[in-house]
């Protein structure tokens, strides 16, 4: 099993409220990932981070922000949470070696009212 | 376009049979090719990573098979068990950047009955 960790696993909220999604890994991986993925699609890359105080947007377009000050940690915020981001949200790391494989957490799913 | 299609979309088998699962990619310059388990309500899990020159590697039960020319892989899985239950997707990795952007499958949910 991989070391990443992923809080809340679930959280039902109302339209309007700030949300963090935590995510912290224990391997000392430089590269982390943010992915979304609903039921029966593929991963859509939102953010990813290189090392601390790097951060890039993915290839799927987010009204969440990211930050990595810790090499261990990398949050992501949503600053008034719609329905339209009902969705899973997967964290990843990886290792710099681009052969090697990524780390997912057991994902937040994410239910907004 | 990069794509990566995985066939069939849904596949149920009874205990102790085998299965393959097919990928198609389209992607282009190619790193390498991965094969991941995503159990319900859990994150994917690596199965095996296989680069351009490799065309066949195994992880215990799983035996994933990449034919770089056709741009296809399989992934083989022998004497199923409950425990396969799950979605198997395929990931192509290019070389077009430091990330080694990555384009996922939809994948192949797999139902093994008792």
């Known amino acids: 099993e991989a070391d990443i960790y992923q809080t809340p696993r679930y959280l039902v909220i109302g339209t309007g409220k700030k949300i963090t999604l935590e995510c912290s890994q224990t391997?000392?991986?430089?590269?982390m990932y943010w992915y979304q993925q609903d039921p029966g699609m593929e991963l859509h890359l939102i953010h990813y981070?290189?090392?601390?105080?790097?951060?890039e947007k993915g290839d799927l377009s987010s009204e969440s922000t990211v930050s990595r000050i810790r090499t261990e940690h990398f949050p992501l915020t949503l600053e008034s949470a719609r329905p339209s981001h009902t969705s899973q949200y997967l964290c990843?790391?990886?290792?710099?070696?681009?052969?090697?494989?990524?780390?997912f957490g057991d994902g937040t799913r994410l239910s907004i009212l | 376009k990069n794509q990566v299609e995985q066939s069939p979309q849904s596949l149920i088998i009874l205990e102790g049979k085998n299965c393959t699962l097919q990928?198609?990619?389209?992607?282009?310059?190619?790193?390498?090719l991965r094969w991941y388990k995503q159990d319900t309500g859990r994150g994917p899990v690596s199965l095996t990573i296989?680069?351009?020159?490799?065309n066949t590697k195994s992880n215990g039960r799983y035996t994933a098979t990449l034919d770089a020319d056709t741009k296809q892989s399989s992934l083989h899985i022998t004497a199923s068990q409950l425990s396969d239950s799950a979605s198997y997707i395929c990931?192509?990795?290019?070389?077009?950047?430091?990330?080694?952007?990555?384009?996922f499958g939809r994948g192949t949910q797999l139902t093994v009955w008792p």
């Open positions: 990843a790391s990886s290792d710099a070696d681009s052969n090697q494989p990524q780390h």
């Open positions: 391997m000392g991986h430089d590269k």
């Open positions: 981070s290189y090392g601390v105080n790097s951060t």
């Open positions: 990928c198609n990619y389209t992607v282009s310059p190619f790193s390498n």
């Open positions: 296989m680069t351009f020159s490799e």
């Open positions: 990931v192509v990795s290019d070389r077009g950047s430091t990330l080694g952007r990555l384009y």
